[in-house]
């Protein structure tokens, strides 16, 4: 048996007790040339406002800087969970901040937003301490982290909450979920069920022809979140004239799209590639 063989067994054994992506985080094999290089810094008061710091092992200074927002339902997760994936990210040659952020059922809407645009500001005022390049700042998620991304860049709201309206300058989501009215299942329902206007819940109510470059990529097998999710958001803001890219990515499925970042299954499809390459371009 190879050792990839071997590596792709014990993650099967251990997903059985916790997540496959949590797994990947635990055994699974990691990009050597990147690392962490700070964690636990705050942004806020809450244990769950904290935030780690990833960054090529060969960096130069004012790299390009990205803030990875994990998923979980709005109702779970944690960076400790997803080292791998901000690991790989650094690799391509970025100064990646992986960031906690609160949960249901400490919180609803809009607080894990909050966090987010917070969490993105405070990166911002850190990356030179750590060589990134706070003028060249591009925010990503996977799932519910896409959600919060695309809120943090399309809702002008939350950034000008925080006193940086213009920080962002590209983003990206994977998988996530940006129309999904009405609320019909659990984690919708806890997370957004009090929310006095749905609507403002939802990514493509914000779609804006002044929004900065985005990426879009989806697995044509994923029924967690549905591709239509994306295909919706890319036609919308398509319409207004906003620049936008999007793929979709044959026969995977909700986790596989985050799990590509992993060398373990990078030969499945070029994510990580397509998502480092629309960075380097927008913020070049």
């Given amino acids: 048996m190879t050792r990839r063989a071997v590596i792709a067994s014990a993650l099967a054994s251990l997903a059985a007790a916790c997540s496959p992506l949590a797994a990947l985080n635990a055994l699974g094999p990691r990009d050597r040339n990147a690392r962490r290089v700070a964690r636990d810094l705050p942004y806020g008061d809450d244990p769950r406002q904290r935030f780690d710091l990833y960054a090529p092992t060969n960096g130069n200074d004012a790299l390009a800087t990205?803030?990875?927002?994990?998923?979980?339902?709005?109702?779970?997760?944690?960076?400790?969970?997803?080292?791998?994936?901000?690991?790989?990210?650094?690799?391509?040659?970025?100064?990646?901040a992986l960031p906690d952020y609160r949960v249901v059922p400490q919180v609803r809407f809009p607080a894990f937003i909050e966090d987010a645009a917070a969490a993105t500001v405070r990166v911002a005022q850190v990356a030179r301490d750590h060589g990134g390049d706070p003028d060249r700042l591009g925010v990503l998620g996977h799932s519910a982290g896409a959600h919060l991304a695309m809120m943090i860049t399309l809702d002008r709201r939350y950034?000008?909450?925080?006193?940086?309206?213009?920080?962002?300058?590209?983003?990206?989501?994977?998988?996530?979920?940006?129309?999904?009215?009405?609320?019909?299942?659990?984690?919708?329902?806890?997370?957004?069920?009090?929310?006095?206007?749905?609507?403002?819940?939802?990514?493509?109510?914000?779609?804006?022809?002044?929004?900065?470059?985005?990426?879009?990529?989806?697995?044509?097998?994923?029924v967690v979140v549905h591709a239509e999710d994306t295909e919706i958001l890319r036609d919308r803001l398509r319409a207004l004239g906003a620049p936008v890219e999007a793929k979709l990515y044959a026969d995977l499925d909700h986790a596989d799209l985050i799990a590509t970042f992993s060398p373990l299954f990078r030969k499945k499809a070029p994510v990580l590639d397509d998502v480092a390459g629309f960075f380097r371009r927008t913020l070049a």
């Avoid at 659990?186 to 900065?212: C, E, K, M, W, Y």
């Fill in 66 to 96: 990205l803030v990875f927002l994990y998923g979980g339902g709005w109702d779970s997760g944690s960076r400790a969970e997803y080292g791998w994936a901000a690991q790989a990210l650094a690799a391509q040659g970025f100064l990646v």
């Fill in 159 to 222: 950034m000008a909450a925080v006193d940086r309206p213009d920080l962002i300058r590209a983003a990206a989501g994977l998988a996530g979920p940006y129309e999904f009215l009405p609320f019909n299942v659990p984690a919708s329902i806890n997370a957004f069920g009090r929310a006095p206007d749905p609507t403002l819940t939802q990514p493509v109510t914000f779609a804006r022809a002044d929004a900065p470059p985005i990426w879009l990529g989806h697995g044509t097998a994923d």
